[in-house]
């Protein structure tokens, strides 16, 4: 006997085990061929050996493969556990299902939006991606599973009397199939379909079993997939709103700051660190009353209120003088801010750097001074340009009398002064009349009407113009000394000019040129103290609303033939 035939010990078990089967055979054989052919007890004994080997042998082979199923389940369940980027894990769990199991195809159907279901991976035996032309398999066997919740295993579809008149079973001309359900909490959520079109009998219940227990594991992680997403979304929504929030935040022109209950800054945009002077880093998380300049003006005093009252504070403007910065106007806006309850949970505060706002306020209050507000209106400065056009307007001219002689008697500060009470009161008459300050030349001024803006009864305008800086004036001469007791003698004269921008780009002057212009001066050189002179042509447009007396034509330099002229007296 050849003791070479012997098991290996380096061998498997159940293949240690067929390899002692195998030599009890031999055994048995060598025993009838060479010992004594009465020993049948013997041989008998051998025969039920073998039995007895071979049965073991097959029952250990069932347990290596469960063995191989249960470590392949504890492997894919791993997989599947292990990521949460799910279509990449169900390709790989799919591939090892179809691996094990024999199957040609296997597939991963899902529920859409709609409750649908769809395919959602679909793999071969090559652990290849099946295209749609591919991927028919069968609604029949598929819509049982979700009908009953059950697995469905079949070795044989062409016979199986559940399923053999089904078209789909009989066009696709298959054979083995096996579909579990996937399960959530009771809720079927899709299902995991495997065939094949060529072997029958090819699934058993060990795979169904193992297919079934996969099932479990992959809902779980296709939920918490789902979650995860879900999650993911909702945080890149957020992030989204915040980004697009911080964008708002950062692009507001206003200083925007907030604070907590304990006054300390929570929020800051840019705005707000160019007023205060202090970058992001210096005032996020420090108490407002840390900040110098909000220190300075009392600011944690106000947030108290805001808190206490729970009422906005609008409007509060504070002009601080700053080291290096100068002179500064700074408005504040205070307001609860409030969370989704409506629960106070701080302070927002807005702030204005009103610096240069307050500036040049100033100066066009100035500018309003020296020229009228009407031409200020009409002047767009991205379409100034030199030049005019011709229109018809009257022209009013004003001197002062007997402020040559006055000024020789009086210091400067003190003549500007009487000066200016004479031209305040002449301004006033003249701008509520709606007329136009054209310049102030020295003790005299000059306006015209019916420019920049249309009047069409801009001669009646200028003579009650004339009439009202009279009277004014009469007022200022009753509160002042006699020796500061002043008169104006006044020309009037309607024509045509040319209305413009006079001058250079560096240096223009908004004014009316012509010789209507010229004739007004004339006649305002030769009117007595307090006398108004017209033209005989502003007298012919007026002569029924105006009391007058014709007075010596005035022979005018420059001018050919004397001028007809009349006395404005009063109104009719």
């Not at 935040?249 to 660190?273: M, Q």
């Not at 004269?493 to 001058?503: K, P, T």
Request: glycine residues 6%.
């Amino acid at each position: 006997m050849d003791h070479k035939s012997t098991p290996s010990t380096t061998l498997p078990l159940d293949r240690q085990i067929l390899r002692l089967s195998e030599f009890t055979d031999q055994v048995r054989l060598a025993l009838q061929a060479e010992y004594n052919p009465c020993s049948e007890d013997a041989l008998e004994d051998l025969a039920q050996l073998a039995g007895s080997l071979t049965r073991i042998s097959r029952q250990i082979a069932r347990q290596e493969e469960e063995r191989d199923n249960l470590l392949a389940l504890a492997g894919i369940s791993q997989i599947v556990n292990s990521s949460l980027q799910l279509d990449d894990v169900l390709r790989i769990v799919m591939d090892t299902i179809v691996r094990l199991t024999g199957a040609e195809r296997g597939f991963l159907m899902l529920k859409d939006g709609q409750g649908e279901l769809a395919i959602h991976i679909a793999r071969n035996w090559e652990q290849e991606t099946l295209d749609a032309s591919e991927s028919d398999l069968s609604r029949s066997v598929v819509n049982r599973v979700i009908d009953e919740g059950q697995p469905v295993l079949t070795t044989n579809a062409q016979q199986d009397p559940r399923f053999d008149s089904q078209e789909s079973v009989i066009a696709l001309n298959l054979r083995s199939i096996l579909c579990v359900p996937l399960k959530v909490k009771d809720d079927l959520i899709g299902v995991i379909y495997a065939d094949n079109r060529i072997r029958t009998g090819l699934f058993t219940e060990a795979e169904r079993n193992l297919l079934a227990a996969f099932a479990n594991q992959a809902a779980v992680a296709i939920e918490n997939a789902r979650l995860f997403e879900s999650i993911h979304r909702s945080l890149a929504d957020v992030s989204e709103l915040k980004n697009l929030m911080d964008d708002v935040f950062a692009s507001i022109a206003s200083g925007v700051i907030t604070t907590d209950l304990a006054d300390r800054i929570t929020l800051s945009n840019g705005a707000a660190e160019a007023i205060l002077g202090q970058s992001r880093s210096d005032l996020i998380g420090r108490n407002v009353g840390e900040v110098p300049l909000l220190s300075n003006l009392q600011l944690p005093r106000y947030l108290a209120r805001v808190r206490q009252s729970n009422q906005q504070i609008v409007g509060l403007e504070f002009s601080p003088e700053l080291p290096g910065r100068g002179s500064l106007t700074l408005s504040f806006n205070l307001s609860p801010l409030k969370d989704a309850h409506i629960t106070t949970q701080g302070v927002a505060i807005v702030m204005e750097d009103l610096t240069e706002t307050r500036r040049l306020e100033a100066q066009r209050r100035l500018f309003e001074r020296m020229v009228s507000p009407a031409v200020i209106d009409q002047l767009n400065p991205s379409e100034l340009q030199l030049g005019g056009k011709r229109t018809q307007i009257t022209t009013l001219f004003a001197d002062m009398r007997g402020f040559t002689s006055l000024s020789e008697r009086c210091a400067p500060e003190e003549l500007v002064s009487v000066l200016n009470r004479y031209l305040g009161a002449a301004t006033e008459a003249i701008l509520g009349e709606g007329g136009t300050i054209d310049k102030f030349l020295g003790d005299a001024i000059m306006a015209f009407f019916n420019a920049p803006i249309p009047q069409r009864d801009h001669t009646l305008r200028a003579m009650r113009a004339a009439l009202s800086m009279r009277a004014a004036v009469s007022a200022v001469q009753k509160e002042l000394p006699p020796q500061f007791q002043l008169s104006f003698g006044t020309g009037i004269h309607s024509g045509e000019a040319v209305l413009g921008l006079i001058g250079t780009q560096k240096r223009m002057e908004y004014t009316v040129i012509g010789d209507s212009v010229n004739t007004a001066k004339r006649l305002q050189e030769n009117a007595n103290p307090g006398q108004i002179l017209i033209s005989v042509q502003v007298y012919e447009q007026v002569r029924n609303q105006v009391l007058t007396q014709q007075v010596t034509p005035v022979v005018a330099k420059g001018k050919s033939e004397p001028i007809r002229v009349y006395e404005l007296i009063g109104l009719r």
